[in-house]
């Protein structure tokens, strides 16, 4: 970077706290010009963002200016012309999905070698971190040991996968991981990482400006409510960023949520957000970012505000962002963050105009070194919501969404409702809406029914970061364990933290002990149940479910209950609060009406109601107040990147470039075999099958799930070849080093419903033209032997969920050359581009459906080498009949097209190095 290409706005000025000088780049510069106080926080950290990265040719002094100039009544096509390029601080990733980047690397080394050019060119840019999370599975639950025993499984079934990773840390600048056992990568970002504000060493002194990311976990969004600007993405994207490139996209709509008032008696954190999310997913915020704002964040804590930020994905948006503020202060200070970093924090936002200002603050005017201070309002917005926090009442959220929110008062005939459809559709006339198998499992005797809560899990870093709603959990326990109430025998129960701060704080609070007593020992420090990780039920209770068919229930304190994600026994997930996790295992169904039912019995025969078991507001708040501290937290991450002795204990050799030992667990992708210096031309689709239809609302756990893998299922069949056993499977998230089992693995979730296999549910599609039923990776292999080039048929919200770039890995190997859907979730529609599948979509009021479209047709797609916005589509049934359309191409930006020209963004990081 040149002087003349960069700082041509003249913003880069001193700052000095307490005593320090730093640089940094000074936003007042642009108040006159572009009254940048009026414009959203999030859109003033992209401004600097570009200002510091300020090129002359990725970044120019147009491409600021127009930022600038964002305003809140432009329409969807004035900010698809303002190309933003942000480039992350740094990148978080968790090792479900970190795993497969650090193979991508590795093998991205070899190509670069292959091709003449240097292997180490193939390194971080930027600070990574890498928190192993995923992989802790609940095999054991309910007792003191099991948490020794769930982790020493998850170290031996994962060996060669922490050695990979061991290898990756030693042998790459800027990457650190943090062990297992120790967390969820989005609470250990939010509690130690998440700086708010970073510096910069360089010989013109260090430079101050403010901490973003992206990570390749959706949830990354958490830290929006810190104040930090960061998003999920694709592993793709990710490494992208990684090495330099810039996260492209277009200048967002930004949506103001404005909140006010207090939560009222009885309403937790956890009500609230799913509140949130049921109003934001009917407003419809996909590809947006969500601002909060209002008077009510006066009252709202950092550990709530952080619980609203992290399901953003739930909700559709890119982001969900609080400002800084008092409270954020709070945070840092508790937390352990250094005097001189919350120095640093408060007077860079407040010289920035980042810093939000409550209603008993005074208020700086211009000159300074303070900004304005402009409260936002609603006319700051592309839109906006209010919600009163007064109106909050107790939810919960399912059966298959987070965003159907039900208030509790009408859970139970919710559930009741939900039973019968569900039965009709499965049974029909044959349904039995009483059936009960009987069970007799250690030393007790009893029936399973319809509705019955089989796993009960205060799991997931949403609610588990909160300390508010984890006492309030506690003291539900404590209260119950008073009166001598039990959890139903039946209830699976598991308590996994997302930091080691959370039992510090529990057992100083004296109900560790209470919690452990109803069932719900610790069984490990990472996202179990709510990534899919829930282990295997008790052998009876899984033999009496499917002996009867019965529709089983589980309660969590998560972010995610989409089909099949929880267990594949368990038809209906519920997303709860961790004190009505509790409560769930005490009632023991979904049948009973929390509000007007006995829990169960004290010990006089007397019936307890939840109304006698719940906490008051005070005596949390009071709890919280004595038993979290600061010393807690400096104590718990003193040691944060040092692990167990099993990992200290891992030998591997740093090396340039990964010796690809044999491993059912890690293999050299095939990605860059036979890569040439210059990308092949565009061509059309000729002659493409369909190997996928499927309806609305497809998610990435559909096309790529991250659970058990079914010892009859393609998976399955591929790794008993390979002389694995069954128990020693491990899970498809495990195994996204292989490409071999995600290959098999995708689209092949137990519900999955491909409507070109009418009866099925699973990894099934009918080959075409013998018409055989066959597994989808057969049929993607007969394809293949055919020549035929394959697409998918999707209805609206297709890739919603994770940011799973193995749906789009995974996809583009069985053969997919395009999907063709109503519309898209963001992150998915990145990956498809990502990784050189075209994302199509349907004309407005047009489907599959409305076209007549059966799949059993030709498709035949039009060239898009000139980067077109829509191309023809002709689909030729069997008769000869032709239907021609037109669909969109979502290739939304330049810089997509120029990744998708060169069959994904992997593959021009690579010629761009080398050439």
Request: net charge negative; glycine share 8%; hydrophobic share 40%.
């Given at each position: 970077m040149t002087s003349a290409d960069s700082n041509t706005f003249n913003t880069l000025k001193q700052l000095d706290v307490d005593g320090v000088g730093y640089r940094y780049h000074d936003l007042k510069v642009l108040e006159s010009k572009f009254a940048i106080s009026k414009l959203p926080f999030s859109v003033r950290i992209l401004i600097e963002n570009l200002l510091r990265n300020e090129d002359g040719q990725a970044i120019t002094h147009a491409d600021i200016e127009a930022l600038c100039r964002w305003s809140p009544t432009a329409g969807p096509q004035d900010l698809a012309n303002i190309p933003v390029q942000f480039i992350p601080s740094r990148v978080v990733l968790q090792d479900f999905t970190g795993v497969p980047a650090v193979v991508d690397l590795a093998a991205m080394r070899d190509a670069v070698a292959d091709l003449g050019g240097d292997p180490k060119q193939i390194n971080p840019r930027v600070p990574v971190d890498l928190v192993i999370d995923h992989s802790v599975m609940v095999d054991y639950f309910g007792s003191k040991n099991s948490l020794d025993l769930n982790t020493k499984i998850e170290f031996q079934r994962n060996e060669e996968r922490y050695r990979f990773l061991r290898w990756g840390q030693l042998s790459f600048d800027n990457f650190r991981v943090v062990p297992p056992g120790t967390g969820i990568v989005h609470q250990v970002n939010l509690e130690y990482l998440g700086q708010v504000v970073m510096q910069s060493k360089s010989d013109d002194g260090n430079l101050l400006y403010p901490d973003t990311l992206v990570g390749t976990d959706s949830h990354t969004t958490m830290i929006n409510g810190l104040g930090i600007l960061g998003w999920g993405v694709g592993g793709l994207e990710a490494e992208a960023a990684m090495l330099g490139q810039p996260v492209t996209m277009v200048a967002p709509a930004v949506i103001g949520f404005e909140l006010f008032g207090r939560l009222p008696e009885g309403a937790t954190a956890t009500d609230l957000v799913l509140t949130v999310t049921q109003m934001l997913r009917k407003k419809g915020v996909v590809g947006k970012f969500v601002e909060f704002f209002g008077d009510g964040l006066d009252s709202l804590p950092l550990a709530d505000?952080?619980?609203?930020?992290?399901?953003?994905?739930?909700?559709?948006?890119?982001?969900?962002?609080?400002?800084?503020?008092?409270?954020?202060?709070?945070?840092?200070?508790?937390?352990?963050?250094?005097?001189?970093?919350?120095?640093?924090?408060e007077k860079y936002a407040k010289a920035q105009g980042l810093w939000r200002y409550s209603a008993s603050e005074s208020k700086p005017q211009i000159g300074g070194d303070l900004a304005p201070a402009v409260a936002l309002d609603k006319d700051s917005f592309s839109d906006t919501l209010q919600l009163d926090l007064a109106d909050v009442v107790p939810s919960i959220a399912g059966p298959k969404r987070p965003q159907d929110r039900i208030a509790l008062t009408q859970a139970s005939q919710a559930f009741k409702d939900y039973l019968s459809r569900s039965l009709d559709e499965r049974s029909g006339d044959k349904a039995d809406v009483d059936a009960a198998a009987s069970v007799s499992m250690d030393d007790k005797n009893f029936e399973l029914n319809h509705g019955d809560v089989v796993i009960a899990a205060i799991t997931s870093c949403t609610n588990t970061s909160n300390p508010d709603v984890m006492i309030a959990a506690g003291l539900v326990a404590r209260n119950a364990v008073r009166l001598g109430l039990k959890a139903k025998p039946w209830v699976k129960t598991s308590l996994a933290p997302g930091s080691q701060v959370v039992p510090a704080y529990l057992e100083q609070a004296g109900v560790l002990d209470d919690l452990q007593q109803l069932g719900f020992n610790i069984v490990g420090f990472g996202c179990t149940t709510c990534i899919g990780n829930s282990g295997p039920l008790p052998e009876a209770i899984s033999e009496a479910i499917k002996a009867k068919d019965l529709t089983v229930t589980a309660v969590l304190s998560g972010n995610r209950n989409f089909e099949g994600r929880i267990h594949s026994d368990v038809r209906a997930n519920y997303l709860a609060s961790?004190?009505?996790?509790?409560?769930?295992?005490?009632?023991?169904?979904?049948?009973?009406?929390?509000?007007?039912?006995?829990?169960?019995?004290?010990?006089?025969?007397?019936?307890?109601?939840?109304?006698d078991i719940w906490p008051k507001r005070e005596e949390i708040d009071e709890l919280v107040r004595t038993t979290v501290s600061s010393d807690t937290f400096n104590t718990k991450y003193a040691d944060v990147f040092k692990g167990t002795e099993s990992w200290q204990k891992l030998e591997v050799a740093a090396t340039e470039r990964y010796e690809w030992p044999d491993s059912t667990y890690v293999r050299k992708p095939p990605y860059f075999e036979g890569m040439r210096p210059e990308p092949a031309e565009l061509a059309p689709i000729r002659d493409a099958r369909v190997l996928v239809k499927v309806g609305d609302s497809i998610t990435t756990d559909h096309i790529s799930p991250a659970g058990a893998i079914g010892p009859d299922s393609p998976a399955g069949q591929y790794l008993q070849e390979q002389s694995v056993l069954p128990a020693d499977f491990n899970s498809l998230g495990s195994r996204r080093g292989n490409h071999e089992v995600m290959m098999r693995g995708t689209f092949a979730n137990v519900r999955l419903r491909n409507q070109l296999a009418p009866g099925t549910e699973g990894s099934w599609t009918t080959y075409w033209p013998s018409e055989d039923v066959v597994d989808i990776f057969e049929a993607s292999t007969r394809y293949k032997r055919d020549n035929t080039p394959l697409l998918v048929l999707a209805g609206k919200e297709y890739g919603t969920g994770s940011s799973r770039d193995w749906a789009a890995k995974g996809t583009q190997l069985l053969g997919v050359k395009a999907v063709i859907a109503e519309s898209y979730e963001r992150i998915h529609?990145?990956?498809?581009?990502?990784?050189?599948?075209?994302?199509?979509?349907?004309?407005?009021?047009?489907?599959?459906?409305?076209?007549?479209?059966?799949?059993?047709?030709?498709?035949?797609?039009?060239?898009?080498?000139?980067?077109?916005?829509?191309?023809?589509?002709?689909?030729?049934?069997?008769?000869?009949?032709?239907?021609?359309?037109?669909?969109?191409?979502?290739?939304?930006?330049?810089?997509?097209?120029?990744?998708?020209r060169h069959g994904g963004i992997l593959h021009y990081v690579i010629r761009d190095m080398t050439q």
């Amino acid at each position: 970077m040149t002087s003349a290409d960069s700082n041509t706005f003249n913003t880069l000025k001193q700052l000095d706290v307490d005593g320090v000088g730093y640089r940094y780049h000074d936003l007042k510069v642009l108040e006159s010009k572009f009254a940048i106080s009026k414009l959203p926080f999030s859109v003033r950290i992209l401004i600097e963002n570009l200002l510091r990265n300020e090129d002359g040719q990725a970044i120019t002094h147009a491409d600021i200016e127009a930022l600038c100039r964002w305003s809140p009544t432009a329409g969807p096509q004035d900010l698809a012309n303002i190309p933003v390029q942000f480039i992350p601080s740094r990148v978080v990733l968790q090792d479900f999905t970190g795993v497969p980047a650090v193979v991508d690397l590795a093998a991205m080394r070899d190509a670069v070698a292959d091709l003449g050019g240097d292997p180490k060119q193939i390194n971080p840019r930027v600070p990574v971190d890498l928190v192993i999370d995923h992989s802790v599975m609940v095999d054991y639950f309910g007792s003191k040991n099991s948490l020794d025993l769930n982790t020493k499984i998850e170290f031996q079934r994962n060996e060669e996968r922490y050695r990979f990773l061991r290898w990756g840390q030693l042998s790459f600048d800027n990457f650190r991981v943090v062990p297992p056992g120790t967390g969820i990568v989005h609470q250990v970002n939010l509690e130690y990482l998440g700086q708010v504000v970073m510096q910069s060493k360089s010989d013109d002194g260090n430079l101050l400006y403010p901490d973003t990311l992206v990570g390749t976990d959706s949830h990354t969004t958490m830290i929006n409510g810190l104040g930090i600007l960061g998003w999920g993405v694709g592993g793709l994207e990710a490494e992208a960023a990684m090495l330099g490139q810039p996260v492209t996209m277009v200048a967002p709509a930004v949506i103001g949520f404005e909140l006010f008032g207090r939560l009222p008696e009885g309403a937790t954190a956890t009500d609230l957000v799913l509140t949130v999310t049921q109003m934001l997913r009917k407003k419809g915020v996909v590809g947006k970012f969500v601002e909060f704002f209002g008077d009510g964040l006066d009252s709202l804590p950092l550990a709530d505000r952080a619980t609203i930020a992290n399901m953003a994905p739930e909700y559709g948006a890119t982001c969900g962002i609080f400002p800084i503020d008092q409270q954020t202060m709070q945070y840092l200070k508790l937390s352990g963050r250094s005097a001189q970093q919350l120095a640093i924090v408060e007077k860079y936002a407040k010289a920035q105009g980042l810093w939000r200002y409550s209603a008993s603050e005074s208020k700086p005017q211009i000159g300074g070194d303070l900004a304005p201070a402009v409260a936002l309002d609603k006319d700051s917005f592309s839109d906006t919501l209010q919600l009163d926090l007064a109106d909050v009442v107790p939810s919960i959220a399912g059966p298959k969404r987070p965003q159907d929110r039900i208030a509790l008062t009408q859970a139970s005939q919710a559930f009741k409702d939900y039973l019968s459809r569900s039965l009709d559709e499965r049974s029909g006339d044959k349904a039995d809406v009483d059936a009960a198998a009987s069970v007799s499992m250690d030393d007790k005797n009893f029936e399973l029914n319809h509705g019955d809560v089989v796993i009960a899990a205060i799991t997931s870093c949403t609610n588990t970061s909160n300390p508010d709603v984890m006492i309030a959990a506690g003291l539900v326990a404590r209260n119950a364990v008073r009166l001598g109430l039990k959890a139903k025998p039946w209830v699976k129960t598991s308590l996994a933290p997302g930091s080691q701060v959370v039992p510090a704080y529990l057992e100083q609070a004296g109900v560790l002990d209470d919690l452990q007593q109803l069932g719900f020992n610790i069984v490990g420090f990472g996202c179990t149940t709510c990534i899919g990780n829930s282990g295997p039920l008790p052998e009876a209770i899984s033999e009496a479910i499917k002996a009867k068919d019965l529709t089983v229930t589980a309660v969590l304190s998560g972010n995610r209950n989409f089909e099949g994600r929880i267990h594949s026994d368990v038809r209906a997930n519920y997303l709860a609060s961790p004190p009505l996790v509790v409560a769930y295992a005490l009632a023991g169904s979904m049948k009973v009406d929390l509000y007007n039912d006995a829990l169960g019995e004290d010990t006089n025969g007397n019936p307890v109601y939840l109304k006698d078991i719940w906490p008051k507001r005070e005596e949390i708040d009071e709890l919280v107040r004595t038993t979290v501290s600061s010393d807690t937290f400096n104590t718990k991450y003193a040691d944060v990147f040092k692990g167990t002795e099993s990992w200290q204990k891992l030998e591997v050799a740093a090396t340039e470039r990964y010796e690809w030992p044999d491993s059912t667990y890690v293999r050299k992708p095939p990605y860059f075999e036979g890569m040439r210096p210059e990308p092949a031309e565009l061509a059309p689709i000729r002659d493409a099958r369909v190997l996928v239809k499927v309806g609305d609302s497809i998610t990435t756990d559909h096309i790529s799930p991250a659970g058990a893998i079914g010892p009859d299922s393609p998976a399955g069949q591929y790794l008993q070849e390979q002389s694995v056993l069954p128990a020693d499977f491990n899970s498809l998230g495990s195994r996204r080093g292989n490409h071999e089992v995600m290959m098999r693995g995708t689209f092949a979730n137990v519900r999955l419903r491909n409507q070109l296999a009418p009866g099925t549910e699973g990894s099934w599609t009918t080959y075409w033209p013998s018409e055989d039923v066959v597994d989808i990776f057969e049929a993607s292999t007969r394809y293949k032997r055919d020549n035929t080039p394959l697409l998918v048929l999707a209805g609206k919200e297709y890739g919603t969920g994770s940011s799973r770039d193995w749906a789009a890995k995974g996809t583009q190997l069985l053969g997919v050359k395009a999907v063709i859907a109503e519309s898209y979730e963001r992150i998915h529609r990145s990956n498809l581009v990502g990784f050189g599948v075209a994302p199509l979509q349907f004309k407005s009021g047009e489907s599959a459906e409305s076209l007549g479209l059966t799949g059993k047709e030709r498709f035949t797609i039009g060239s898009m080498s000139d980067s077109p916005k829509e191309v023809d589509v002709t689909a030729t049934d069997e008769s000869g009949k032709e239907t021609r359309f037109k669909v969109d191409i979502r290739i939304d930006t330049e810089t997509e097209w120029t990744y998708f020209r060169h069959g994904g963004i992997l593959h021009y990081v690579i010629r761009d190095m080398t050439q």
